[in-house]
């Protein structure tokens, strides 16, 4: 039966109509004694010609009515009416989510708020037992405030059940079955995981993954073709978002998520990846920007900016060392040989100062190659001098150092050695690994203490919403909005704590807060 506006419905005043499928119509109307704005839907054309029928939906409704969770559309009351069951629910003040999708591609940053959000309902039902069935977009509502409702549980269920032709099954229905359904075969709550990942696919893409011209053709392309990946036709998508969606689309249900919280744990390990995987990526480059002028460099790998840069300070260490080399020669080779070496070491000093000097300052330019490449001749020819002026005279010995060759390796040697510390220094600090348990315990106390306002603040707005009401008005949209953020971010919270995730728990803890301030502020409480 079709309802005319202003036409009255037990106490209802029809105002409009809103839409029309699943098993019948939906109908804004308004309270004649409250004056509040709900939702009408009549949900069969005569449930007396369908007993069993309207004995599942009756069970249905009284399964709706114990449902309230600030993602999932309230069902206020349902009674009968000239042979039709009828259900009040909230009236939600916004958009579909398939009028959105109709206007533009969807950013992924909404579309992953919008998921986390759907999924959050569906896990509560799902965990009470409820089954969907019907997800798409167009029963997905979009307020306003960004917060997503989730409606129309359970309409198509009965329709589902047993042959594809009952009324119910729309064309906007069979883009999203799933091939269980399409099957006739059992349905669980994976089903509901595979039509949201369907109505991602198409809010990521702008497109859905199965398209013709008839409905046969659609069925058939759900039970047999693979979607093709969304970064295909979306390469903006990174890859872990794209497989997280064809994972909510397999045809085989055990290939899927297993439940709600598992497909929304995935989406919010990529939301987290986006933004925390900038950060890792600044230290590699950084330390790849440090590589080449403490590592690479000696291997030839610098620019020659670079080696311009320290030629200076080589030449001087240079010159200081070898004049180090000759001073401890002269002063020790006497006493160690029991021999008068003034005669050659003042001929050594006189051969040093007149020869480093041109020596060092011609051969500069090819010491850079000859050292790298003889490195460890300067070390194994440094270490075996005490033995070596056992032989006849200690002026070869002592000649041999004044050459460019080895009093220039020795200033390469030590920023060599000087590396390997700052190779291994980032490797010895461990971090922490978990929370400490002082952390734990005040993140605990933080939430009890945040619950115990939040629950002040509940009170508080139910029971001024219930004075208003019985005065034929309601309380303000936007602190509804707040009482629902509050109450999503504090179920965020208590499970983030029970995954010993304090992190996450702080931020929806911080989320929270501000929604209790709000609504404590609007309260008067102090």
């Known amino acids: 039966m079709a309802l005319e506006v202003g036409q009255r419905v037990g106490d209802y005043e029809v105002l409009a109509l809103l839409g029309s499928g699943g098993m019948g119509r939906v109908y804004k109307v308004r309270n004649i004694i409250s004056n509040r704005e709900e939702a009408m839907k009549i949900l069969l054309p ?7 029928l309207a004995a599942r939906f009756m069970s249905e409704i009284r399964t709706l009515a114990g449902l309230e969770h600030p993602n999932i559309a309230q069902l206020r009351t349902a009674f009968q009416f000239q042979n039709q069951l009828v259900m009040i629910m909230e009236f ?136 093709k990946p969304p970064v295909e036709i979306n390469p903006a998508l990174s890859p872990e978002l794209n497989n997280i969606v064809l994972r909510a689309m397999v045809k085989n249900p055990d290939g899927r998520f297993r439940t709600a919280d598992e497909f929304r744990d995935a989406i919010k390990s990529v939301q987290g990846k986006a933004a925390a995987g900038q950060q890792p990526a600044q230290p590699v480059e950084q330390q790849q920007g440090f590589a080449p002028v403490s590592m690479s460099a000696p291997a030839g790998l610098g620019a020659n900016s670079s080696a311009k840069s320290h030629r200076g300070l080589w030449i001087g260490l240079g010159a200081v060392a070898a004049i180090l080399a000759l001073v401890a020669a002269a002063t020790l080779l006497p006493h160690l040989f029991k021999t008068n070496a003034s005669p050659k070491a003042a001929a050594v000093t006189d051969t040093q100062t007149a020869n480093p000097p041109p020596d060092t300052s011609t051969a500069q330019p090819t010491t850079p190659a000859v050292d790298t490449a003889q490195q460890p001749n300067p070390l194994n020819t440094a270490t075996p001098q005490p033995s070596t002026p056992t032989s006849t005279s200690a002026s070869p010995a002592v000649t041999s150092p004044a050459h460019p060759v080895v009093t220039a390796a020795k200033p390469h040697q030590t920023p060599i050695a000087s590396t390997q510390p700052a190779a291994t220094a980032p490797a010895v600090p461990a971090p922490p690994t978990g929370p400490s348990a002082q952390e734990v315990r005040d993140a605990h106390d933080r939430y009890a203490n945040l619950e115990a306002r939040a629950d002040a603040a509940r009170s508080g707005v139910q029971q001024l919403r219930s004075q208003q009401q ?57």
């Open 92 to 227: 939600v003040e916004g958009a579909t989510l398939e009028a959105l999708a109709s206007q533009t591609r969807i950013p992924p940053d909404r579309a992953l708020d919008f998921s986390t959000q759907v999924l959050s309902a569906l896990s509560y039902a799902h965990g009470r037992g409820v089954t969907h069935r019907d997800i798409k977009p167009a029963n997905i509502m979009i307020t306003s405030h960004g917060l997503v409702k989730l409606t129309d549980f359970g309409i198509a269920k009965s329709a589902n059940d047993m042959q594809l032709t009952r009324p119910g099954t729309t064309m906007g229905s069979v883009y999203y079955m799933s091939p269980e359904q399409v099957r006739g075969g059992t349905v669980d709550q994976r089903s509901d995981l595979y039509s949201f990942g369907v109505t991602l696919y198409e809010m990521l893409t702008g497109r859905k993954p199965f398209q013709a011209d008839t409905s046969y053709s659609v069925l058939n392309a759900q039970l047999n073709e693979a979607p």
């Open 470 to 526: 019985a005065q034929g008005f309601d309380i303000r949209g936007d602190i509804l909005g707040s009482l629902n953020r509050m109450n999503s971010s504090m179920s965020e919270a208590n499970r983030a704590l029970g995954q010993n995730d304090l992190q996450a728990a702080n931020d929806y803890m911080d989320r929270a807060d501000k929604e209790v301030s709000t609504l404590e502020k609007f309260l008067n409480i102090k």
């Open 46 to 52: 005569d449930y007396a010609s369908e007993p069993e």
